[in-house]
Structures are given as C-alpha cells and as structure tokens.
C-alpha cells in the first residue's frame, strides 16, 4: 500500500523556525513530483511549494524566501523548511506526490503548523 507519514509540526512563536517531514512508502518515489499543500479553518487548501522529480522548484509569492522545499530520493522523503514564521502560516500542512505521465496523487494525513504572535 502506498502511504505518506507526514510529522514535524507544531507550536512556534512568529520569528521561529519548522521543519516538516514526509516519508512515502509503497512507491517509487524518484518519479513524482513533489507538493507541500496548506489549509486553515475554513480556508481553501492552498499550494505552498513545489519540486518536481527533475528538482525544479516553485513558491507562493507568500512563503518565497521564507520555505525551502526539498527532497531526498535515497530516503523516499520530503521536506520543508519553514523560517521566520509568522501567523498567518497557522494551518494543516499536507504533503502530496503526484506523477502527471498516470495522473496519480497521494496525500499525507497532514501536520498542524501553529504559530503565536
């Protein structure tokens, strides 16, 4: 079974740092693209960060310079670096791994990201 275990969140003051992990299993996960997703209460769930199976990477205009997405394929996991955080990043954070060639996605059962003024 493919499975996406996501883990690194929690409480944060605004100015504090996060790192979020996935693992996937069941899969062979040089070949998919890579997404970190977020959502709050009552909010859209919105795209954070990219990286596809070639590397290539892509931001929110809100989190750019602040996340660093990244991957390590010897591992079959997937990061993201949060830095100088602030409230408005409060939210579920998703992983997800998609492959366009099949159309295939998989999502992680999501991490809760707090941050207090």
């Known amino acids: 079974q493919v499975q996406l275990v996501e883990s690194g969140g929690g409480l944060v003051q605004a100015g504090g740092s996060l790192r979020l992990s996935c693992i996937a299993s069941?899969?062979?996960?040089?070949?998919?693209?890579i997404g970190w997703y977020r959502q709050a209460p009552g909010k859209q769930r919105d795209l954070v960060a990219t990286?596809?199976?070639?590397?290539?990477?892509n931001y929110a205009d809100s989190v750019k310079g602040r996340f660093t997405i990244s991957r390590d394929n010897a591992k079959n996991t997937m990061y993201l670096q949060l830095d100088s955080l602030e409230p408005e990043d409060t939210a579920v954070y998703y992983c997800?791994?998609?492959?366009?060639?099949?159309?295939?996605?998989?999502w992680g059962q999501g991490t809760q990201v707090t941050v207090s003024s």
């Open positions: 990286i596809t199976a070639g590397g290539t990477t």
């Open positions: 997800n791994i998609n492959r366009n060639l099949t159309g295939v996605s998989f």
């Open positions: 069941g899969i062979t996960f040089r070949w998919y693209a």
